[in-house]
């Protein structure tokens, strides 16, 4: 049969499990087969580890067809009024009068303490701290930053270097990193003003990663945001067996959630079809993975035969893109 549809992926797998869809089993309806189904699409989603181990992949069809982009905000440098022990400051008011503050770090200049505000209204002069001010109250020159940035809401996984572009279009790579190095080599009381080089994930929800951290709070005071790009793999809605609806995989791989939904469905009956059933769905995954490494490997030869070798001045042979290493020029500024 065709597997086109997520209609046409529970039908078969209610057959394939002996479950007629007007039966009386707890196994019978479409809407408990579309359960199982979308269990088969989190677990290709995840990379296919859940059937086979060995196989981890951020399939080439889950991957987002547009960057997703970040505004990497300039500090902001200002007398800020703090009260001891309280969590009210207030300030005058910001150039940029659509900007809130939430979530940025507010630090007394020569000091080691960060404050996060918790409460800020774009445009409104005063906020709200997370914490009370320890120190005596007054007018301080203080410095409002930035580090924390959220990500698209589909984001399930980043996939390698974000991007910063340049006035004369050169492309400056941002390397991920973990939190933990992220904390040892640029502790948050620490972070200065610049275009960012690493930035870590500070959240990892259940639905992927939502939040990063960057190593510096971007431009200096009057500067120009960042413009950041990155690639992801998206996470796809769920399914919902509306009429017509198609999952993102590729149809010649469709199949392979009829697969894993029937052996999760033999897995909960204590069928002995599991073992065999898990053993196709893992052929699936296998055959699923060589036509991604496949697609893979044709890219990278393709981009062999466009760029054999460049000359650098010392005749030296370079591959495109090595020039950006070189971060000299001011970003956006």
């Given at each position: 049969m065709a597997y086109i549809t997520t209609q046409d992926i529970i039908r078969d797998v209610l057959f394939r499990t002996g479950e007629p869809p007007d039966g009386d089993s707890e196994f019978s309806t479409p809407a408990v087969a579309l359960r199982y189904v979308n269990r088969a699409y989190d677990t290709l989603q995840m990379g296919g580890g859940e059937l086979d181990p060995s196989i981890s992949i951020?399939?080439?069809w889950l991957r987002s067809g547009t960057p997703g982009v970040l505004q990497i905000i300039p500090e902001v440098a200002t007398t800020v009024t703090f009260f001891a022990n309280d969590t009210t400051i207030t300030f005058p008011a910001l150039a940029d009068t659509s900007r809130s503050l939430l979530n940025a770090f507010v630090n007394v200049v020569g000091e080691s303490v960060l404050y996060r505000i918790a409460v800020h209204t774009?445009?409104?002069t005063v906020a709200t701290?997370?914490?009370g001010f320890i120190g005596a109250s007054g007018a301080k020159t203080a410095r409002f930053m930035q580090v924390h940035y959220n990500l698209d809401a589909t984001c399930l996984r980043l996939m390698g270097s974000m991007r910063i572009y340049a006035a004369n279009g050169q492309a400056y790579r941002v390397h991920g990193t973990d939190l933990e190095t992220m904390?040892?080599?640029y502790p948050l009381p620490t972070i200065q003003a610049g275009v960012p080089q690493y930035y870590a994930a500070l959240r990892e929800s259940i639905s992927?990663?939502?939040?990063?951290r960057f190593n510096t709070s971007g431009n200096a005071s009057g500067g120009a945001k960042l413009q950041l790009e990155y690639e992801y793999v998206k996470r796809p809605a769920q399914l919902t067996n509306a009429d017509g609806e198609e999952p993102r995989v590729p149809l010649e791989h469709r199949k392979l959630l009829a697969d894993i939904a029937a052996w999760l469905i033999f897995v909960d009956k204590d069928d002995s079809r599991a073992l065999?059933?898990?053993e196709v769905a893992m052929q699936g995954i296998r055959a699923m993975s060589e036509e991604h490494w496949r697609r893979e490997r044709r890219f990278s030869l393709q981009r062999e035969k466009l760029y054999p070798y460049l000359r650098g001045s010392a005749g030296v042979a370079t591959t495109p893109g090595q020039g950006a290493q070189q971060q000299t020029a001011q970003v956006g500024g």
């Open positions: 951020d399939w080439y774009a445009g409104a701290l997370l914490s904390e040892e080599e992927g990663v939502e939040k990063v065999i059933t898990k």
